[in-house]
């Protein structure tokens, strides 16, 4: 039998199961770590005893190399959702950010930033 089937043998419709960005976060609308889109993350196991969410795991499954745009479109999940994944596992120490550039950023930081990010792309 088909997943469109019912017993009775009328089709019945398959509808998308769609659950809340709040339901995910636990009500959390910010994330407590700056992240800024296009922070590249990299993952730094910890075994401090802490559990996260089945979420949080998901992402982190997928974070590693990666920057915060790309483990949302990975996942599927909102940007602002996965940063406030991201944040709890960077606050229990599973993934760092590496540093990306700011206002103050010399000239050699940016270039650094470009060339790694078409590095990224060429991987693709």
Do not use: W
Not at 29 to 53: F, I, K, W
Not at 67 to 89: F, T
């Amino acid at each position: 039998m088909s997943p469109l089937e019912s017993d009775g043998g009328e089709e019945e419709v398959s509808r998308p199961r769609f659950v809340r960005p709040y339901t995910i976060t636990a009500g959390r609308t910010h994330a407590t770590v700056d992240l800024p889109m296009e922070a590249t993350l990299r993952v730094d196991p910890a075994d401090d005893g802490s559990t996260v969410s089945a979420a949080a795991l998901q992402v982190l499954e997928v974070c590693d190399r990666r920057s915060v745009a790309e483990c949302a479109a990975l996942v599927k999940m909102p940007i602002g959702v996965v940063r406030v994944l991201l944040s709890d596992l960077v606050e229990h120490g599973y993934i760092r950010v590496q540093a990306t550039i700011t206002e103050n950023s010399s000239k050699d930081e940016r270039i650094e930033l470009i060339e790694r990010t078409l590095r990224g792309l060429r991987t693709y």
